[in-house]
């Protein structure tokens, strides 16, 4: 299993940037494949970036597509999530996920284990 701690989140006006971080536990953590989702109050989590174990194929979400830029360092078991020109549709809660898919995409159920999430508030 894998523990994950997000951070980097914040306030910043819109047209803004800010780097997630999302730092994982274990010797294991090349070996998942991992992604970022997001949830707004009163919608459903969705979909932001996947990233492959190796970080050798990305996958993004149309709406953020690029503006975000999903990243990791394997060395050092952190994901990142580049987030530039930031509107205020983007404010939500951003949760990082692991998953033991080898190429898994924008279905939740396929990530494992997942962190406690970090808020965005983006002002327009």
């Known amino acids: 299993q894998v523990q994950l ?3 980097g989140g914040g306030l910043v006006q819109a047209g803004g940037s800010l ?8 010797r ?12 707004a109050p009163g919608k459903e989590r969705e979909f932001v970036a996947t990233i492959s174990s190796s970080g050798g ?3 993004y979400a149309d709406a953020v597509k690029g503006r975000f830029t999903i990243s990791r360092d394997n060395a050092k078991n952190t994901l990142y999530l580049q ?6 549709e983007d404010t939500a809660v ?4 692991a998953s033991r898919t080898v190429y898994p995409r924008s ?15 983006v002002s327009s």
Do not use: H, I
């Open 28 to 39: 294991t953590f090349s070996r998942y494949a991992m992604g970022w989702f997001r949830q």
């Open 107 to 121: 279905d939740l159920n396929q990530y494992d284990y997942w962190g406690q999430g970090t808020q965005v508030t």
């Open 83 to 88: 987030m530039n020109s930031l509107k205020p």
């Open 5 to 7: 701690v997000e951070s």
């Open 57 to 59: 194929s990305t996958y």
């Open 94 to 97: 951003y949760y990082c996920a």
């Open 19 to 26: 780097r997630l971080s999302c730092a994982a536990s274990g």
